[in-house]
C-alpha cells in the first residue's frame, strides 16, 4: 500500500520510521518531509496546510491512506478534505479536532462532562477580563483560545503580570486571532504527564504514559519551546493514576465528544498534571506529541497501519495494543538560542554513527540536504532517542548517543530524565 504522511518535524519522522516497518507498506510519501524523513520517504514539496495542493497529490499518486501528523491541517479541516474526495484519511475531522483547536470549547466541554480540569473563566472582552483579574488569587494561567505554537499560555506571578499578559493576547495579539478569546485558569502544581490514546470515535486505547520538558534549560528554567526531550513511560503515572483517568478523563472525553456529535476518530493526546486533587487535564491536542512520539513509537509493538485501519473502520476494539517492557528517552539537540534567535543551515556530521545500532535513533525535527550534506534548518534539529531496559539505562544510552552528533551551534539539556530520581519524593494516590 502506498501511505502519505503530512508534516515535516521529528513526530512525523518517528511516524515515517514506524510506518516503514510494516509489510504492508511499498511505499511511503511524506509533505513536505525532511532530510531524515527522506531516507525512508519519498518527500513531496507541498506545505502542510496546501491542503487543495495534498488531496491533488493523494488523488494522483492512489494513495491509499494519508496519516496527519500536524495540528494546524487537522484544525483547519484536511480530514474533512481528504473525506470528501473519497480518500482514507487518519485524524480528527475539523468538528473533533475542534479539541486542540479552542481551549474556550474544550474546557466547556469538560465543565459539561465533569472531566477533571482546572477552575476557569471565558473572556471576549479585555476590560472584563482585567476586571476579573482583581478579584482572583495568583499566580494565575492566561491562555489563548486557538493554536498558538504551544506559545500562548502565560503563567503570571502578580496581577500585573497578568493585565500585561491580557494585553499582549488580546490587544496586541502576538498571537493573532488565536487571542480573541482566552481562557483565564486557576494554577496548578504537580507533576506533568502526557498520555496519547488511539480512538474510533467510541473505543479509546491509551498508548503507554510518556513526559515532556517543556523549558529551554537545565532544571525547567529558561523559555517555554516545543519540546527539548521526553522519557517513557512516566514513573508517576502508576497503575491507579492510570485506572483513574481511563474511566475519568479518556473514556469519558470520547463519549463526550461523541455525544455532542463530533466523533474523535485519531490520536487524541490528553496533557495532565497530578495534582494532590487528582489528575486533572491540561489540555487536549489532536494528534501525536512531539517529542513524545520519538519515545512511544519506538516502544509500539504493534504494526502502526494495523492499529490507524482499525480506528478509521470503528474496529478499535478488536486491536490489542502493547508495548515493550523497556523505557525510552529522547533528548532533543536544538540550535543554540532556540526559542529566539537562531542560525540555520549549519552542517551536521555524525549520522553514520546510528547506522546498525537497535534502539537508537536519530529522529529529524529541523533538517534539510543541501548537496551531499545535511545542514541545520530550524530550532529543534534532532530527536535523540535511545531504549534500555529502564529510564536509567535509557537515558545513559541517549546522552551516550547525543555525543554521535556535532555541529556548530549545538545546544540541549542534560537534565530530560532526571525527574525519574526524585519519584520517591512523590506519593500522590488515587482511589477509582
Ligand atoms: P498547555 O499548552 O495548555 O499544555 O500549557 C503549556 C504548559 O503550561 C503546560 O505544560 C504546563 O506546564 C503549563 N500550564 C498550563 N496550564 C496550567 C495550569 N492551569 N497550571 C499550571 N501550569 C499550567
Ligand atoms: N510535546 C507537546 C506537544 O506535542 O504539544
Not at 500562548?152 to 493585565?163: P, Q, R, W
Not at 491509551?206 to 514513573?235: I, V
Not at 502493547?322 to 556530521?349: M, R, T
Request: aromatic fraction near 8%; hydrophobic fraction near 40%; glycine fraction near 10%.
Amino acid at each position: 500500500m502506498k501511505v502519505l504522511i503530512v508534516g515535516s518535524g521529528g513526530r512525523e519522522h518517528a511516524i515515517a520510521w514506524k510506518v516503514s516497518q510494516s509489510p504492508k507498506v511499498d511505499k511511503i510519501y511524506c509533505a513536505p518531509g525532511n532530510a531524515g524523513i527522506g531516507q525512508v520517504a519519498d518527500c513531496v514539496d507541498i506545505g502542510a496546510m496546501e491542503i487543495d495542493r495534498l488531496v491533488a497529490f493523494a488523488k494522483e499518486q492512489a494513495i491509499d491512506l494519508t496519516i496527519v501528523g500536524m495540528d494546524d491541517p487537522l484544525v483547519a479541516g484536511i480530514v474533512d478534505a481528504f473525506e470528501a474526495e473519497g480518500l482514507r484519511v487518519f485524524g480528527p475531522r475539523k468538528n473533533a479536532a475542534i479539541l486542540e483547536g479552542s481551549k474556550a470549547f474544550s474546557k466547556e466541554l469538560m465543565k459539561k462532562y465533569q472531566i477533571p480540569t482546572a477552575a476557569y473563566e471565558t473572556f471576549t472582552n479585555p476590560e472584563e477580563a482585567v476586571a476579573y483579574l482583581e478579584k482572583t488569587s495568583y499566580p494565575i494561567v492566561l491562555k489563548a483560545d486557538g493554536l498558538a505554537l504551544g506559545k500562548g499560555v502565560l503563567i503570571c506571578e502578580t496581577k500585573e503580570d497578568a493585565k500585561e499578559g491580557v494585553k499582549t493576547l488580546m490587544l496586541d495579539k502576538q498571537f493573532g486571532s488565536a487571542g480573541d478569546t482566552i481562557v483565564i485558569e486557576e494554577f496548578m502544581t504537580g507533576r506533568e504527564v502526557s498520555v496519547l490514546a488511539f480512538s474510533d470515535g467510541k473505543t479509546i486505547q491509551c498508548m503507554t504514559s510518556a513526559q515532556d520538558h517543556k523549558r529551554a534549560k537545565d532544571g525547567d528554567q529558561g523559555l517555554n519551546t516545543g519540546g527539548m526531550g521526553t522519557f517513557s513511560p512516566s514513573p508517576f503515572y502508576t497503575d491507579e493514576v492510570k485506572a483513574f483517568c481511563e474511566r475519568y478523563v479518556y473514556q469519558a472525553t470520547i463519549d463526550a465528544m461523541a455525544k455532542e456529535g463530533r466523533p474523535f476518530i485519531g490520536v487524541l493526546f490528553t496533557g495532565l498534571m497530578l495534582t494532590k486533587d487528582g489528575p486533572k487535564v491540561l489540555e487536549y491536542n489532536a494528534r501525536f506529541g512531539d517529542p513524545e512520539a520519538q519515545v512511544v513509537l519506538p516502544r509500539m509493538k504493534n504494526d502502526l497501519i494495523d492499529v490507524v485501519e482499525a480506528c478509521i473502520d470503528g474496529k478499535l476494539d478488536q486491536i490489542q495494543l502493547q508495548f515493550e517492557d523497556n523505557a525510552a528517552v529522547c533528548v532533543v539537540l536544538a540550535s543554540k538560542g532556540y526559542p529566539e534567535h537562531y542560525e540555520k543551515g549549519i552542517p551536521i556530521q555524525g549520522f553514520e554513527n546510528f547506522e546498525g545500532k537497535e534502539g537508537y535513533y536519530c529522529f529529524h525535527a529541523g533538517t534539510k540536504r543541501e548537496g551531499e550534506q545535511i545542514v541545520t534548518n530550524g530550532g529543534r534539529v534532532l530527536g535523540i532517542t535511545a531504549k534500555g531496559k529502564d529510564l536509567k539505562e535509557a537515558r545513559e544510552n541517549a546522552y551516550q548517543a547525543t555525543e554521535w552528533i556535532t555541529f556548530a551551534n549545538k545546544y540541549m539539556r542534560t537534565d530530560i530524565g532526571k525527574a525519574i530520581e526524585d519519584k520517591e519524593t512523590e506519593g500522590t494516590v488515587y482511589h477509582v
